[in-house]
Structure formats: C-alpha cells, structure tokens
C-alpha cells in the first residue's frame, strides 16, 4: 500500500506533466467546454471551415474564463492541497510581504493550488517574475488606480546578462510565465517616458503574458511603445484599459478584449511625423494573426497605421 509520501509525490509528477503537456487537438484551444459549463453545444457544420471551429472553441473558452466558474486544478487536488490567501502591504504591519515578488517566491517551486495575492493600496516600484510552474495565481489589487505596480526597463537597458541589453522580451514590468493566472483591479505600468518618432530600442513592456488560461478584469496597462506583449495561450480582458504609442498591443496570443478602452498617448503618420496627441477606441477586440484597416481613424485624422483590432 502506497504510503502518504508516495501519494504526494505522485500528485506532483502528474501536475507537473498537465501544465507542461502541449494541448491535444487544434493548437492552443480547448477540445470542449469544461464540465458543468451547461447545455452541449449545437452540433458544428460539416461544412464549416477551421476558422469557425477555431473561433467557437475559443469563444467557450472565454465564457468558461468569464464566469469564473472553474474550479483550481482538479476537485480532488483542491481538497488535499486546500487553497489560501497571502496579503502584500508597503507598512509589514498590515501584510505578510512588503513585495509582490517575495510573495510569489513564498509559493511552492510547483503550485497546485489557487492562491490569491492581495495587494493592498500603494505603488509598488519592483519588477515581478512569476516563475513557469507557478500556476493557479491570483493578484487582486485595491482598486486600478490605487495598487500599481510600476518598472522602468526598455529593450535597451543595460541590465541583461554580463551588461547587454534586455530586449524587448525582458523589459516587462510583470511577467507572467505560469498557466491559470487571473488579475483584478490593478495597474501594470512601465515608466519608461514616450520615445521620439523613430527611436530604436526603446520598447517598454508592462505586462508579459507567456502562458495560457489568463484573464485580467478592471485591470489597467500604462506605457508607451510596446505597453502589453501579449506573448503566446489564451487570454482574457474584461474591463480593461490599455494605453500606449507604438504598437502597444503585440504578441501571438488569442486573446480577447471585452469592453475595454484602447488610449493611444501618440498617433503616428507614415513618416513617423506626429499627427495628434492622443485618440480612444473603445470596446476593443483582437484576434491572433488577423487585422483590419481602422478607415474612420484613417479619414479623421490622417494616419497611414493605427492599431489592429477586429470585431469578433
């Protein structure tokens, strides 16, 4: 009879092996909607082309995301390892941590469990890494304007190994590297000031999403060029406010934008000349590897590029 050690570690290795598993069927979606998720769908059309079984899956996928319904990892895995929470304070009378990063390094190397972090009012000035086997995290600020975790790297900065440049990839103020990661009501910003027309290496990334099954809700994205690299999975914005100059939304990830506010802080011609301080598109919408041309943006204000959106 297999003794309580046993059992554990037989509990990490099969955890271990679902997060770092590639997905099964069409690449980066799910096969399905989740248990408990409601009436089976409608059967899909043979005639039907990839694009809209695509677009199908990942919609469930977002209505599975949205309601919040899911469970942590798997009910009972959530019953041995029950879930907690751990409080991030400026003052350490009020907190478990004075940082985000030690409470995210206070996690076990391999997380099972759902953990919420909740940050309480302030501006945290840190550059926050979670780690590829950190899964099931969840950050909850005090509200977007009052928790705001802030950095300053561009591509350029010469902090990478033996005094290179970061790159793009490692300028983000927050980098999120582990599935099932879930945000609400904070501010990820980079404070990198906005660059001249036409500078190079000055990319300044807030938010880094490199993993799948994230959602962000009330949450706030501040900076300039390069503001969220919406790296690779699936992902959720709901609520959210995305601000930036130069392709300050870019990645390859799916990912959805619901009923969020798009701020281009600068809005570039074709010879990189300024045409204007500033426009807003709301309830914004994005797909991997899909744009439109925005022709009213083009027509009212003379701009020869502006940001691919599509409606969905």
Known sequence: MATPRARFLACIAVAAVA??????????????????????????????TRAEMIERQFME???????????????????????????VDKNPAFGDFTTIQAAIDSLPAINLVRVVIRVNAGTYTEKVTISPMRAFITL???????????????????????????????????????QYFLARNVTFKNTSPVPKPGATGKQAVALRVSADNAAFVGCKFLGAQDTLYDHSGRHYYKECYIEGSVDFIFGNALS??????????????????LRRSGGVVARAHRRRGQAVHLAQLHRRHRVGQAVILVSL
């Open 19 to 48: 997060l770092l598993a590639p997905p099964c069927g069409v690449a980066g979606h799910s096969r399905g909607p989740r248990p408990g998720s409601g009436a089976a769908a409608a059967p899909f059309p043979a005639n039907a």
């Open 61 to 87: 996928w977002v209505r599975y995301m949205g309601g919040l319904r899911h469970s942590t990892f798997q009910h009972a895995l959530a019953r041995a390892f029950p879930s907690y929470s751990l409080v």
């Open 140 to 178: 909850e600020g005090a509200g977007a304007d009052s928790t705001i975790v802030q950095w300053g790297d561009t591509a350029d900065s010469p902090t990478g190994p033996k005094g290179r440049p970061l790159g793009t990839f490692n300028s983000a103020t927050f980098a999120v590297n582990a």
């Open 256 to 273: 959805l934008y619901e009923d969020g506010v798009l701020r281009a802080v600068q809005v570039h011609g074709p010879r990189r000349e």
